[in-house]
Every structure is written in C-alpha cells, then in structure tokens.
C-alpha cells in the first residue's frame, strides 16, 4: 500500500486538475473542509466531479450521498477511504 502522505499528495493533485483549482495542491491543508464555512469552497458538481475522479484515478466507488458526506469531508477522509476501499473483484 502508497505512504499515506504520497497518496494524499496524489488526491490534492487529483482535486486541483479535475475540479479546475485556483490553488494549488500544497496550499490545500490535510484537514481542511471541502464544503461549508471555511472551507475549499467546493459546491454540489465539484462533489460530483470528485466522485468520479476518486472512481477512475483510485477505484474508489461511493454507492450513497449518506457515503459521499462522510467520505468527501477533507483529503484525510478521502485518504482512509481510498486505503480501505474493497479490492476489485478478480475474474475466475
């Protein structure tokens, strides 16, 4: 498995391409919120966005917006999730 601080670079990356950041990726904190006051900033189609790149660049499925609140908190959230993601089912 990645170090964990390689992979939370490598969502700060992934957060700044696909949702068009006017930031860059080490200038957004481990902790910090993606939604609501004091946070990143992002809206209801950058939650949508993230989802599907944390799908394609991690496998990361989230099957629930209950699934999305919880996980899209903070790249720390989203770094244990991609860590303790199921791994894909292999063909027999």
Known sequence: MED???LRQRIKKMMVENLMLQISAEEIKDDQPLFGPGSLGLDSVDALQLVVGLDKTFGLKIPTPDAARDILKNVNTIAAAVKNRPA???AP
């Open 88 to 90: 894909p089912a292999t």
């Open 4 to 6: 964990e601080i390689v």
